[in-house]
């Protein structure tokens, strides 16, 4: 029981702030096992590895500390690879331990062996392969700072079974993590000419790593310079929705009047986003000429920078130094442009109706005006989450868990683990019927671990995003999207969690009191022809 390569690991984790991991036991990573019992970290065990690494990839975004997830090999290193693509394109700090064969079987084909480094060299920033014992700590606090420094991403240390046990006098070192990029002196002058010419600029707020701090610091820049404010796909909690400057989200859905009215804009301000397809509306959002004339961007990822459009001014910088930056410009005022836009907002917050059943827009507006501000939403992927991102309101930073990657069964186990990491605050999940399925399991991690998350299953018994697509390009051929799904109040009850089942609009609110403060799942039954927010099946037929 002396010190070991699994005992620098345990330590290293410590060492680098980590309070929580999730894992899947497995038998070749069992030292490490062992010595994490030593250290001050709650480790949790879940049920399946794609959830385990799930959990930490929401952590993370919660924490601002690298989420950790301990998988074994061949199998369970396969499981966790969703997550970590969840963790690249959120740009999201990860750090995988896999298992792996020991050393003198490595390109054998030995039980279970895979080159991790071929697996997953496509979707992870880096994959380290622990070999020397001296270099154990070294090697992980490197690991650790890739995973946070520069854009944030999955990070994956493979751990060999046969070296986890030898002898190690390294230490355990705490990661040194360098501040983000700043912008220049010559950058804010030019964007400070910029924005006294524009009249009708527009600010964009996105990217990984967000403060409360750095919202309100969001806000002030954009009520002293005069500001509309929109955020990017999956990024609605870096502004309060409810501000007189917020505009609303791009990304799948958005406002046709916003993207519209946006086409006016003169000057783009963005902020952090690194410009995917979702929130340029398929990179229709400019063309190479507007965004020479009219695109600034600013963003820690270099990369991003010009990747599909060069951008008039291109800006290497943090979100939270930029946003400094321009604090300390002249004030201005534009109340007519700001009002314009915000009253798009407004407009598009008012539930839609519905010709049958419960109405899901009435449930997320009651949601949204019941949970405290603080309250953290989690969601996988699905046309259920059209209604979330349209209807409620987010107003502090942290109380968004939305994969930007689409990656389904992801609402579970993030609600689990905002439930883990803020014990004092609401978790709430909601969830498809067939995203709610794709975690289910972990039903039994909530009672194992004593937490008190809240899941609304939106049910219209079909994967309903592919419904609807079938609808609209090959109409009355509908195939393999109808589901049959268990009575779900009584597979939560089996679990030991409160349940629910909802047939009328007017009956969630009081299901929803009767849910509070408890680990609880509504069933909310839904008429699977209402597939979108103002929008029937059949009115495509």
């Known amino acids: 029981m002396g010190r070991t390569v699994a005992t620098v690991i345990a330590e290293g984790l410590a060492a680098a702030g980590i309070a929580h991991a999730f894992c899947v036991p497995g038998e070749s990573y069992l030292p490490l096992l062992n010595r994490l019992r030593d250290v001050p970290l709650r480790l949790v065990t879940c049920r399946h590895e794609a959830s385990a690494a799930h959990m930490a990839e929401a952590t993370a975004k919660l924490t601002g500390r ?9 199998p369970g290193a396969c499981h966790a690879a969703i997550a970590l693509h969840t963790a690249q394109q959120d740009s999201t700090p990860l750090l995988l331990l896999v298992g792996q064969v020991g050393e003198q079987s490595v390109g054998r084909e030995a039980f279970q062996e895979m080159d991790y480094h071929r697996l997953f060299g496509a979707v992870a920033k880096r994959v380290v392969t622990l070999r020397e014992p001296e270099r154990a700590g070294e090697q992980l ?3 650790i700072a890739c995973a946070l420094s520069g854009r944030p991403g999955p990070v994956v240390l493979v751990l060999p079974e046969d070296r986890l046990g030898l002898p190690s006098a390294a230490p355990a070192l705490a990661p040194t993590i360098p501040g983000p990029p700043a912008p220049t002196s010559g950058a804010v002058a030019q964007i400070a000419r910029l924005l006294e010419k524009a009249q009708r600029p527009v600010l964009m707020l996105g990217g990984p790593g967000w403060t409360d701090e750095d919202r309100r610091l969001a806000e002030a820049v954009a009520e002293r310079l005069g500001l509309p404010v929109v955020t990017a796909w999956r990024r609605k909690d870096r502004f309060d929705n409810r501000h007189p400057h917020y505009a609303g989200e791009l990304g799948l859905g958005a406002n ?28 229709t959002l400019f063309t ?12 820690a990822d270099a990369d991003a920078l010009g990747r599909v459009w060069p951008p008039r001014l291109a800006v290497h910088a943090g979100h939270r130094p930029m946003l400094e930056a321009l604090a ?10 700001v009002a314009t836009l915000a009253g798009l907002h407004h407009k598009w917050m008012k539930p839609t109706a519905v ?52 990656a389904m069964g992801y609402g579970v186990p993030a609600a689990i683990a905002a439930a883990l990491v803020h014990p004092d605050r609401p978790a709430v999940a909601l969830c498809g019927d067939g995203d709610f399925l794709m975690a289910v399991a972990e039903l039994a991690t909530v009672a194992h671990e004593g937490l008190a998350p809240l899941f609304i299953v939106l ?3 079909q994967y309903g995003t592919i419904r609807m697509h079938q609808d609209r390009l090959f109409p009355g051929r509908p195939v393999a999207t109808r589901l049959t799904n268990p009575d779900f109040a009584a597979l939560a009850s089996s679990f030991g969690l409160a349940a629910f089942t909802v047939t009328e609009t007017r009956a969630f609110a009081p299901a929803l009191e009767a849910a509070w403060g408890r680990a609880a799942v509504i069933h909310v039954v839904l008429d699977p022809d209402e597939i979108a927010p103002g929008r029937r099946l059949e009115a495509d037929a």
Do not use: K, M
Request: charged share 15%; net charge positive.
């Open 256 to 283: 046709p009047a916003l993207v519209a009215a946006l086409a006016e804009a003169d000057l783009w301000l963005v902020v952090g986003a690194r410009l995917t397809e979702n929130e340029t509306q398929g990179y």
């Open 141 to 143: 606090a490197s690991a």
């Open 288 to 299: 190479p000429a507007t965004a020479a004339a009219r695109l600034v961007h600013a963003c």
């Open 66 to 74: 690298p989420g950790v997830a301990l998988v074994s090999r061949g």
């Open 355 to 406: 010709a049958r059943g419960v109405n899901p827009a009435e449930v997320v507006a009651t949601l949204s005006r019941l949970l405290p501000d603080d309250a953290i939403v989690a969601n996988g992927a699905g046309n259920f989450a059209a209604w979330l991102h349209r209807f409620h309101a987010h107003r502090r930073c942290g109380t968004q868990l939305a994969p930007v990657s689409g």
């Open 328 to 337: 300390g410009l002249a004030p201005a005022a534009r109340p007519r442009w």
């Open 459 to 461: 049910d219209n018994g």
